[in-house]
């Protein structure tokens, strides 16, 4: 059972695997999980939690058997990767109401598109490799 929070990304989105490297490389404690939205784990996932399993457009932060997609998923993000980013994760969560956020959120989403797309899903770094959830294990909520 994991009881890490996870982070559902699009693994064919050169920008999403950013976002994974990203969070990787400023994450204050390593707690975060990653799962493509491809995966078995992935569909899984994003079905329990009654999420589109095709045609992504969001990444997911699963926290405390709760799912986060779009601006909320940012804001959940920056909590997780701590220090500063939890500074300004904090002052977006209480300047910026989701209901404006989620919207603004999914006017730039497919921006995105701009930095291109893998053929297939990345094949991940050692660290990565370590984190990243698979199709046959048990995934808490």
């Known amino acids: 059972m994991s009881e890490y929070p996870v982070m559902l990304f699009d693994g064919k989105c050169v920008f999403c695997n950013g976002a994974v490297h990203f969070a990787l490389n400023r994450e204050q404690a390593p707690l975060l999980r990653f799962a493509a939205l ?46 500063r980013w939890a500074g300004l994760a904090r002052l977006m969560h209480v300047l910026i109401p989701d209901w404006i956020g989620n919207p603004v959120y999914s006017a730039l989403w497919p921006l995105r598109k701009i930095f291109g ?10 660290e990565l490799r370590a984190r990243l ?3 046959g294990e048990t995934i808490a909520e």
Do not use: W
């Open 133 to 135: 959830l698979h199709g």
């Open 117 to 126: 797309a893998h053929a297939q899903c990345m094949l991940p770094s050692p």
């Open 38 to 83: 491809q995966s078995d784990a992935g569909q899984r996932l994003s079905q329990h939690h009654g999420l589109p399993t095709a045609d992504f457009r969001t990444f997911v932060i699963i926290r405390n058997g709760k799912a986060y997609t779009r601006f909320e998923a940012a804001i959940q993000l920056g909590y997780l990767i701590g220090g």
